[in-house]
């Protein structure tokens, strides 16, 4: 319903001004008016209801990304979604922060001991070169001696074999 439409007109649920509040922002606050009707029916898409808070959004990107989509298909995806115009740069700023993550979590120093370690492969889809294909990921868990779990890495092939992880044993 947008400001000036006659929507709702003479059913007893036409519109009724507009409510502001402040949003804090991954660049700062933002004020915006969310429509309201006389029924308090209208339910926000983008930003609900006392929500406060846009985080939700950053997040939604890194998450389609991880489940391989390029930066065009989550921009298409955004603007379908929401009506909102991402621009690409906007995506990759966002997915580069990411991988800055991976890189540390990558250089961490590990324990040097652990009561149990897992290897294990998990057969996936990953998408390479805009075509699908079935990689085997390759998943080290170990059990550190307080009992918790720690991922301790992951490798990835395209077929499963015996030698792909290269393992130092010590005593």
């Given at each position: 319903m947008t400001n000036n439409a006659a929507t709702g007109k003479n059913t007893g649920n036409s519109r009724n001004g507009v409510s502001r509040k402040t949003i804090i922002a991954d660049d700062g606050y933002v004020e915006i008016d969310t429509p309201r009707d006389r029924e308090g029916s209208f339910e926000p898409q983008f930003i609900g209801k006392h929500q406060r808070k846009i985080d939700s959004f950053s997040d939604e990107i890194?998450?389609?990304?991880?489940?391989?989509?390029?930066?065009?298909?989550?921009?298409?995806?955004?603007?379908?979604?929401?009506?909102v115009e991402v621009s690409t740069g906007f995506i990759s700023t966002l997915t580069d922060q990411v991988l800055d993550d991976i890189r540390i979590w990558q250089q961490r120093a590990l324990s040097e001991r652990y009561a149990v370690v897992y290897l294990d492969a998990l057969v996936t889809s990953s998408r390479q070169n805009g075509m699908v294909a079935k990689r085997h990921l390759y998943v080290a868990l170990g059990i550190n001696m307080q009992g918790q779990k720690e991922l301790l890495g992951l490798w990835g092939q395209a077929t499963e074999t015996a030698r792909v992880l290269p393992v130092e044993y010590t005593h």
């Open positions: 890194i998450e389609l990304y991880g489940h391989g989509m390029s930066v065009r298909d989550i921009q298409s995806y955004l603007e379908k979604r929401y009506a």
